[in-house]
């Protein structure tokens, strides 16, 4: 389960360009903590798209929060020639360091020298065999939805091949989880759906006639290296 769970969602995609006309707002962001020669400590990424729906419009948010502490951070703390000199970037062109790869050096000496205590250390030690990483897909709509925010799901096809297939949200928001364990790591999927019912009332209020709908879903994988 977590080696399928890890590729259908590694290869998820921001969603597709849409004709200008029919894209109201278009929002992409990413940024990265460089730490080491071949990845970042810290990346992540986000993109989220607002688009007319029926009768009402539908916001697409997607995000990918990437730690490597065994990619990145365990290498970098290994025991080197020159241990004053902090890792350069994996995109560093070696002319120079930015604001960004220094702090990727301040980040290395900090952990270096907590690691020195004994009992950091052995708390540590677990974390940097890992690699963790967060796939987060949130649908809301204002359209009048047959379905409601099961109609939303993210990655619904791909859920139903893992065989997490949610159930529908009634009198109350519906959160679910599945989690399963694999010889490299383990996995975790969340879903969560709302209605316009679920909402306090004054939001409600604030939304007046109009419909409401959410669902997301969350992944999280740890993966040993």
Known sequence: MLKRIRQRFSGA?????????????????????PLGQDAP?????????TEPQADGERTRLRAHIQTNFA?????????????????LSHTSSGTGLSLVQRAGGVAQRVAQHALEIPGVRALAEPLLQLDLNTWIEIQSSTAS?????????PQADKLARLGIVPKRALDQPMAETWSGDGPDGFAQVSVLQIEKRHLPDRLREML??????LAAAIVNTAQQK
């Open 13 to 33: 995609r921001a969603p597709k360009a849409q004709p200008a006309g029919g894209v109201r707002e278009r929002l992409a962001f990413s940024a990265e903590l």
């Open 41 to 49: 400590l810290w990346r992540v990424q986000l993109h989220m798209v």
């Open 145 to 153: 939805l047959s379905e409601g925010s099961h109609q939303l799901l």
């Open 71 to 87: 990619s990145a951070l365990r290498p970098a703390l290994a025991p080197r020639a020159d241990t004053d000199r902090p890792a």
């Open 208 to 213: 007046g006639e109009q419909p409401f709908s």
